[in-house]
């Protein structure tokens, strides 16, 4: 089973990035995972007459690529005005284009990280509904950390015994279903 594992926010330090850290680690062997990074090919903000005029980007195919080689995707992400950050909807909106939707299938564990008090659900939501109208099987368990920024030690790991159990339940369960539902294609 191959999982996609990316994080919604771009800067080095992002909470969110953390949270996709330990996800990771949780996972351990029991997948192959494909590690995305927003920043490696950066992509221009959709434009349908760029892409009448171009095609699709280089950083586009590659992303469609990736997504269409996974079984499931791990996305932590953060929100931005309660929902979902700029650079994570414009990469959806350009992996989305055609030709055919290689979300199609995929199961999915959303997360989010915040320094406030609601660990970023709304942006959580706010990102399932997009992923939704893509036929994403979104899982209905989803793992929320608030104030992220005291909720990671300095190796990384998280402090609360109890956000921990979250997150080992919700990865067993994306392990578990992605490997029953696996990928249409
Ligand atoms: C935020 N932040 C934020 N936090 C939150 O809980 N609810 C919100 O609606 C918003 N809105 C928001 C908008 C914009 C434009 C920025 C830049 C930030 C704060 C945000 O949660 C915080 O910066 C996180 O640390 C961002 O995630 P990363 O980069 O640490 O993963």
Redesign the pocket.
């Known amino acids: 089973m191959r999982i996609l594992a990316l994080?919604g926010?771009l800067?080095g330090g992002?909470?969110?990035?953390k949270l996709l850290d330990a996800a990771v680690g949780v996972v351990g062997d029991r997948a192959e995972i494909d590690r995305l990074d927003l920043r490696e090919r950066p992509l221009p903000l959709y434009d349908g007459d760029l892409e009448e005029r171009d095609g699709l980007p280089d950083g586009a195919r590659l992303l469609k690529e990736r997504i269409q080689a996974a079984d499931a995707l791990l996305i932590a992400t953060?929100?931005?005005?309660?929902s979902i950050p700029g650079a994570l909807k414009n990469a959806i909106d350009w992996a989305s284009r055609p030709p055919g939707n290689p979300f199609r299938g995929r199961t999915a564990l959303l997360m989010s990280?915040?320094?406030?008090s609601?660990g970023?659900v709304r942006g959580m939501l706010a990102l399932r509904q997009v992923l939704m109208a893509l036929h994403v099987h979104v899982l209905p368990a989803s793992v929320q950390v608030p104030r992220a920024d005291q909720a990671f030690d300095a190796g990384g790991r998280l402090r609360e015994e109890r956000t921990r159990a979250a997150l080992e339940k919700a990865v067993a369960e994306l392990v578990r279903v992605g490997a029953l539902i696996g990928r249409p294609d």
């Open positions: 994080a926010s800067r992002s909470l969110n990035r953060p929100e931005y005005n309660h990280a915040s320094p406030g609601y970023g």
